[in-house]
């Protein structure tokens, strides 16, 4: 089995033997990416998770009415067939 201490100190020790001029280049490339990736999502029609989670708590309540409405109509439809 495999000990998680010992792989996070292996990890440690690599990231401590990586010189500090590669690890300041690693992390100006890794903010230039996500800069990048945020620039071209945001020219995308795409919507925020937020977003998407209000919708769809939206959508499950309007759906929840709309099965109200139509078991009321059924109701009253089947009221007005009796009489």
Do not use: S
């Not at 280049?25 to 989670?53: C, N, P, S, W, Y």
């Not at 089947?78 to 009489?83: E, G, H, I, S, W």
Request: hydrophobic share 45%; proline share 2%; glycine share 2%.
């Amino acid at each position: 089995m495999i000990n998680a201490k010992k792989i996070e100190e292996i990890a440690r020790q690599i990231t401590d033997a990586i010189p500090p001029g590669v690890k300041t280049m690693a992390e100006g490339a890794e903010e230039k990416i996500k800069q990048t990736l945020q620039a071209q999502l945001a020219k995308l029609d795409v919507v925020t998770r937020e977003e998407f989670d209000v919708q769809t708590q939206v959508l499950a309540k309007t759906r929840a009415k709309l099965d109200a409405l139509e078991a009321k109509i059924a109701e009253l439809e089947a009221a007005q067939q009796a009489k």
